[in-house]
């Protein structure tokens, strides 16, 4: 469960990083049935072909994961979209564009999206998705999506 010092830091910089959220058996399976899906139904991957498989609709309920939902929106917790991605090693992709999806009038998110990492990764492979995956604290809380690119000029009118 999130714990006070977890809570500050999520209120204020708008994610916070769990580990070990899935280990073991747990694991294990989660991973046969990614295989499996991706095999089978083909990408994209989304609900509509994941809860035909049991682990998916078990992984929902997965405590580790559910609780941290429970804790921030109680029993007003929803599922809005479920989705499985795949990037294998040496992508040459375009690089993924993460964004806030909605502002937030208030105090409290009416949203989270949970993302789960299911290989391990070394120090270097983490040290390099540190170094290309920025995460911008505090973004949450701005009014709108689109940041500055240039020098902002800011008129000063007195009465």
């Given at each position: 469960m999130i714990d006070d010092k977890d809570w500050e830091f999520f209120?204020?910089?708008g994610?916070?990083?769990?580990?070990g959220v899935l280990d073991g058996d747990d694991l294990r399976r989660i991973k046969e049935a990614f295989d499996?899906?991706?095999e089978s139904e083909g990408p994209p991957c989304t609900q509509h072909k994941?809860?035909?498989?049991?682990?998916?609709i078990e992984l929902i309920e997965h405590p580790p994961i559910l609780d941290q939902h429970?804790?921030?929106?109680?029993?007003q917790t929803q599922l809005l979209?479920?989705?499985l991605l795949r990037q294998g090693p040496g992508n040459d992709g375009p690089l993924r564009g993460w964004h806030r999806?909605?502002?937030?009038?208030?105090?409290?998110?009416?949203?989270?999206?949970?993302i789960v990492y299911l290989d391990p990764m070394t120090d270097e492979e983490r040290e390099t998705l540190e170094n290309i995956c920025v995460v911008d604290p505090?973004?949450?809380?701005?009014?709108?999506?689109?940041?500055?690119?240039?020098?902002?000029v800011v008129d000063i009118v007195y009465d």
């Amino acid at each position: 469960m999130i714990d006070d010092k977890d809570w500050e830091f999520f209120d204020a910089n708008g994610y916070i990083l769990l580990h070990g959220v899935l280990d073991g058996d747990d694991l294990r399976r989660i991973k046969e049935a990614f295989d499996e899906v991706w095999e089978s139904e083909g990408p994209p991957c989304t609900q509509h072909k994941l809860l035909k498989y049991a682990p998916f609709i078990e992984l929902i309920e997965h405590p580790p994961i559910l609780d941290q939902h429970w804790a921030i929106f109680g029993s007003q917790t929803q599922l809005l979209q479920y989705d499985l991605l795949r990037q294998g090693p040496g992508n040459d992709g375009p690089l993924r564009g993460w964004h806030r999806d909605f502002s937030f009038p208030g105090d409290y998110p009416l949203s989270i999206n949970t993302i789960v990492y299911l290989d391990p990764m070394t120090d270097e492979e983490r040290e390099t998705l540190e170094n290309i995956c920025v995460v911008d604290p505090a973004t949450h809380r701005l009014a709108c999506r689109a940041r500055p690119t240039g020098p902002v000029v800011v008129d000063i009118v007195y009465d």
